[in-house]
């Protein structure tokens, strides 16, 4: 099983489309297969720059684009819906058990409410995933009724994850235009999140860096 196979998968295209959809109608920013791609692609790369093998990369690839399958069920506890979902589409493929298990951990493992790093794989999903903030994430086109988790979204102008090898540094560069989202209310909803990217990038043997507006936060 590879990341071009789950990628065309019927049932896990499905699963992502009618999650994403839920989400439309309860408010919450795009998690689409844009958002499932980027996490995929971005796992990767924070792999390869830390040297990791092309079959972890692989994984966290699969990781990736699975992780928000659980959604189609309930947001809540959508990581542990989540791993279920993917453990059952991928026992009835080639993939082997061990490998199997690390992508089904992963993704049970990403949610800030419950979860955390548990090795390389989780580790890098969840950095990809936090740090997915961009103003094309916010659906609800009428700013007036922006909710925090819109404003927070739309006044990111810029985001850049740059992972340092020689430095063993991982730093998430944002633009935040603060007329939208004060830095204030940017921390109550990011919070969490970020200090989850912490320990994923200790887990990598690295340090997690937030700089907003070109100021060191975290």
């Known amino acids: 099983m590879t990341y071009k196979e789950i990628r065309e998968n019927a049932e896990v295209c499905a699963y992502l489309k009618k999650g994403n959809q839920k989400l439309d109608v309860l408010g919450y920013t795009d998690h689409s297969e844009v958002h499932s791609t980027l996490v995929a692609q971005r796992a990767a790369y924070i792999l390869k720059m830390f040297d990791y093998t ?19 069920i309930n947001r809540k506890n959508h990581a ?4 279920i979902l993917a453990n059952d589409i991928l026992k009835d493929t080639d993939m ?11 993704i049970g ?3 800030e409410s419950t979860g955390g790093a548990v090795d390389a794989v989780s580790a890098a999903l969840i950095i990809a995933d936090k740090t997915d903030v961009r103003r094309n ?4 086109r009428e700013k007036s009724s922006f909710d925090i988790h819109d404003r927070v979204n739309y006044a990111v102008t810029e985001a850049e994850l740059l992972v340092e090898r020689e430095k063993n540094t991982i730093t998430l560069n944002l633009q935040i235009d603060e007329t939208i989202c004060t830095m204030y209310e940017y921390f109550e909803i990011f919070l969490g999140r970020m200090m989850m990217c912490r320990g994923a990038a200790e887990m990598l043997g690295a340090r997690f ?3 907003a507006n070109g100021s060191k936060i975290l």
Request: aromatic share 4%.
């Open 54 to 72: 092309d079959h972890e990369i692989e994984l966290a690839k699969i990781a990736g684009f699975l992780h928000d399958i659980g959604n189609v």
């Open 80 to 83: 542990e819906y989540g791993a």
């Open 96 to 106: 082997s058990l061990q490998d199997r298990v690390i992508i089904v951990s992963a």
């Open 109 to 111: 493992n990403h949610d």
């Open 137 to 140: 994430r916010v659906r609800n």
């Open 209 to 211: 860096r937030l700089t």
